[in-house]
């Protein structure tokens, strides 16, 4: 079983904006493939479904960014996980608008999400998909920044990598993790 984690925040008030990236791109898994969200375990939005012969969970932790470890802990615990099968999709400000990168293991580079899964899971080695959404051009504060909306020329630049984004995560379910990574590293 692998599970694809999205990170971002419930709400209206936070549903397009760029640290919502990781719900972008499960939603838009979810929508490619006809699945269905359910609410009612893991402080979490959820749909298991197979997809490539693979047992999935999609998974968006409503327990605000902060805390996301919390619902990412409970899946893992509930399921048996081995953190190697789990795969953290979010925000990146070290990486340009649309790039995407991924990785087996790190730190969390000042992302509170990352930190509170690391803090919760006792590891760093899970894979995770990084997804550029730059850095403001102003000195505006970067929490305005990350919580605000992507432009129109923006979203030129993110809605192909939201598809990206998900064709590597599909491919995860056929290949090892490294070739994927091979694969989709831009």
């Known amino acids: 079983?692998?599970?694809?984690?999205g990170l971002g925040n419930p709400g209206l008030k936070y549903k397009k904006t760029r640290h919502n990236i990781g719900f972008h791109v499960v939603d838009h898994i979810a929508s490619k493939n006809g699945w269905k969200f359910k609410k009612d375990k893991f402080e979490a939005h959820y749909a298991?479904?197979?997809?490539?012969?693979?047992?999935?969970i999609l998974l968006k932790?409503?327990?605000?960014?902060?805390?996301?470890?919390?619902?990412?802990?409970?899946?893992v615990d509930y399921?048996?996980?081995?953190?190697?099968?789990?795969?953290?999709?979010?925000?990146?400000l070290d990486l340009p608008t649309g790039r995407i990168r991924l990785r087996q293991k790190g730190g969390h580079g000042g992302h509170n999400g990352?930190?509170?899964?690391?803090?919760?899971?006792?590891?760093?080695?899970?894979?995770?998909?990084?997804?550029?959404?730059?850095?403001?051009?102003?000195?505006?504060?970067?929490v305005d920044y990350v919580l605000g909306k992507f432009s129109k020329q923006e979203l030129k630049e993110v809605t192909?990598?939201?598809?990206?984004s998900?064709?590597?995560?599909e491919e995860w379910c056929k290949k090892p993790f490294l070739q994927v990574m091979n694969d989709f590293n831009q």
């Open 61 to 75: 932790p409503q327990t605000y960014m902060n805390l996301s470890g919390k619902s990412v802990r409970q899946v």
């Open 160 to 164: 192909p990598s939201i598809d990206l």
């Open 114 to 142: 990352i930190r509170n899964i690391i803090d919760q899971v006792g590891s760093k080695e899970f894979n995770r998909l990084r997804f550029g959404i730059g850095r403001p051009e102003t000195d505006s504060p970067v």
């Open 166 to 169: 998900a064709q590597a995560c």
């Open 1 to 5: 079983m692998k599970c694809i984690v």
């Open 79 to 92: 399921f048996e996980l081995d953190l190697e099968d789990v795969l953290v999709i979010y925000d990146d």
């Open 48 to 56: 298991i479904e197979h997809w490539n012969g693979e047992k999935v």
